[in-house]
């Protein structure tokens, strides 16, 4: 019965499998089909989301960009105008003055005569400008428009408004050298509406007139929108993309089918495109959004078809921007890529099926031949198939860690971040909301390394990565990007405050003391922030992003945190650029000195000046000290800079003092990266010694800054500029880390009170008692004083009264270039006794 039984089971062995193999056969290939069939339904519907979603994010976010555009040329158009009649003026005073020299020997009479002859046919703005001119007392002088004013009386010349045109323009211009004056006039084509007019005025002083012009804001502001419908005019998008602008009267005011352009879409003789055009424009003034219709031009077919738009709105000059895509640029690439799924899945299900029938006749031969075999070993390796699995697995899944993880801080490593951006960007996609990238970079931490060794710089790294593992969200992670570098991702956020809040978080962490092996310190970190989808939709584009705010907020101050958008885009391009042409700027001979004169407060003379630089780009025109300097000190660019404004300085200088019976004071800012090169002290005594210009005229500028953190570095390179009879400047005082303590042990001759203070020190009393403390400190401990953007006589005499040594500022005279500052001065007084 035994054998018999065995004989029974063995039968069943060899014939259960085979029909077993082949009922799963049938059925798998049933699931297989039926299963695609619902993945293809899926991830057709899903593609055609996706392709929706993407294209109206697309379009949204170039109508924001392009309504970014405008609102940036609306904010410039009062700054246009003033630059733009200001630079008339100047010209204009250039052309006068130029005449009155040449023509000194004639009578005023004469020299009018030739002043009028140059300036009355001048015109500019599209011919809308011109020049008058008036004395300060109101006699009209020139005025080419109305010429039979020449020679009346106007001071008590009106604006529909009560102001006091020529009066009162004349008097502030004779007070401060110039002015700008605002007053309301009617325009000829318009005598029902007041329009806002900006002028300036410049005295000519000696004939005590003034020079003037005005201009309407609202026609700069109509030159300013024409240039904008000129550009939206001419935006493209690909074969079919293109951008439209309707005023809300319904007129078309830029279109890529020229024949609309200037239409009126509410008079249109297609209803269709009437009611489209309201529609548009409706939405347009309840502030935007998507709309669908049926456009009646495509510009690859110039066939009608259906159309989804973004549009903007643009209250203050009544627009509606949209732009939009076609039904077909979706459907098409859908259709195509629903052929190749098919062709696809086709292909697979032939190939599944001769691959099911070959593996089940294999499998049912290869059964009958090793049922028994297998049957009397299969414990055996079974056991040892599942120690081997397990112990493979173990490997396996050890280094899939270690390749995806950072072996410092356990923390995933880039190639992880990428893949969590990735499907972070499925998932807000999917919910319809946003994702942040949060870069975070931990401020000086070569400092850390450097002060208490690697190690500890490694374990500081440790604690921090599982810092940040306690804040983040239950959906984010973080990763080591690398170095003193780590990126957050934080998926399915609502809105940005829900990203704001989190960088709180991060920030919050190092307002503690670290502690790290009996080591304590205090860190900061500085963080750039982008969101999909407004500054990308990819990990590579987030993260680079995210890179540029990070490295725009470090540029401006650490410990801080900066979101990504176009203005800081344009400003990290804007530094690119500045980098790039710094460095061949000297050898193009861009770089000018400019020399501000240093008046004794006591008698009025002058007893020195402040080298400053200016850069006139051959590419970017003229660029901000404010802008170039610190680009320069990042760069490494500054030591070049640096020693060429002190040679250049001393040797102007030098020639003036010698060709003069007294000698000016030269004041020149020397950069903290600069004060700290090992061979600074022995470049500039060199310089000096080769000019055999007398140091103890020389004043070297430092700014508070440095002290604060490398004073015991400072301290040093201070008393050997002393030492060599250099004199020692603290500049831009009260501004940064002032202290009593620092004043006791620097050995410095001067302070030097910020122009923020002077500004607003006769309306503020806080600023006031400041500027009096200031000037009393340096009474007591025995430095010159000196205020900065001194730009009133107002401002002079409260200096006057608190018993300030020097000033500097507009007042007295701007910054010169040397040949001005020899015609100037070379004949004054330098008493400060």
Known sequence: MKIAHNVKLLRLLN???????????????????????????????????????????????QVEQLVQQIDYEKSRTELILKKDIKHQIDTAHTIAMNIFRENSDKSEQVVTKLIKSALRDIRFNNGRGYFFI???????????????????????????????IVRDMGSLAKKNGET????????????????KKIGFGKHFEPYDWFIGTG???????????????????????????????????????????????????????????????????????????????????????????????????????????????????IEDPLNK???????????????????????????????????????????????????????????????????????????????????????????????NNLLAVIFVDLDDFKK?????????????????????????????????????EFIFCCPDIENLGEAEDKVRKILSIFQQKFEVAGKSFYSTCSIGVSVYPKDGDEAEKLISKADIALYKSKSAAKGRALFFNGSVDEAVKRAFAIETELRTALLNEEISIVYQPQICVKTGNIVGVEALARWHSKKLGFVSPAEFIPIAENSGTINALGDYVIYKALFDINAFNINNAFKLNLSINISPKQLLEPNFVESVVQASEDLAFDRQFITLEITENILITDLSVVLPILLELRENNFKLSLDDFGTGYSSLSYLSNLPINEIKIDRTFIDKFLTNHQSESLVKTIIAIGDFCDFVVVAEGVETKAQLDRLTQFNCDLIQGYYFDKPLAYNDLVAKYQSCNISCD
């Open 15 to 61: 014939v259960v499998p085979p029909l077993l193999v082949t009922a799963f056969a049938v059925m798998f290939i049933f699931v297989v089909v039926n299963n695609n069939q619902i993945k293809l339904d899926n991830d057709l519907q899903t593609l055609r989301d996706d392709f929706v979603s993407s294209r109206k994010s697309m379009v949204k976010a």
């Open 215 to 329: 201009e309407y804001i609202v026609d700069v502001e109509n030159d300013i929108k024409n240039t904008v419908i000129d550009n939206i005019s001419n935006i493209r998008f690909g074969e079919n993309g293109y951008a439209f602008l309707y005023d809300y009267s319904g007129i078309v005011l830029a279109h890529f089918d020229k024949k609309f352009q200037h239409s009126n879409l509410y008079n249109h003789q297609n209803p269709l495109i009437r009611e489209t055009g309201k529609t548009i424009i409706s939405t347009a003034q309840q502030g935007g959004g998507f709309v669908s219709y049926h456009s009646q031009f495509k510009p690859l077919t110039g066939e009608p078809e259906s159309k989804t738009s973004f549009i903007r709105g643009i209250p203050e000059w009544e627009w509606a921007l949209g732009m939009g895509f076609y039904e077909s640029e």
């Open 448 to 484: 850390i390394n450097d002060s208490y060794g690697h190690s500890i710089g490694d374990e500081f790294l440790k604690q921090i990565g599982d810092l940040f593992n306690k804040v983040k969200g239950s959906k984010d992670s973080v990763a080591r990007f690398g170095g003193d």
């Open 337 to 431: 890529r629903k052929s190749e799924i098919l062709e696809e899945n086709q292909q697979q299900l032939f190939e599944l099926l001769w691959l099911s029938v070959l593996v089940a006749m294999l499998f049912i031969i290869i059964s009958l031949y090793f049922t028994k075999k297998l049957s009397k070993s299969f414990m055996s390796y079974e056991d040892k198939i599942n120690n081997d699995f397990d112990e493979l697995n173990k490997v396996k899944l050890q280094m899939q860690y270690q390749a995806l993880h950072d072996s410092l801080t356990r923390l995933p490593n880039r190639v992880l971040l990428e893949d969590h951006i990735f499907q972070g960007i499925i998932l807000s996609r999917k919910n």
């Open 134 to 164: 008036y004395k300060t007392n109101g006699e009209s002088i020139m005025h080419p428009v109305i010429p039979s004013m020449e020679g009346t009386q106007q001071i008590g010349l009106q604006d529909v408004r009560g102001n006091y």
């Open 180 to 195: 700008y004056y605002t007053w309301w006039f009617v325009k000829p084509e318009n005598k029902n509406v007041e329009f």
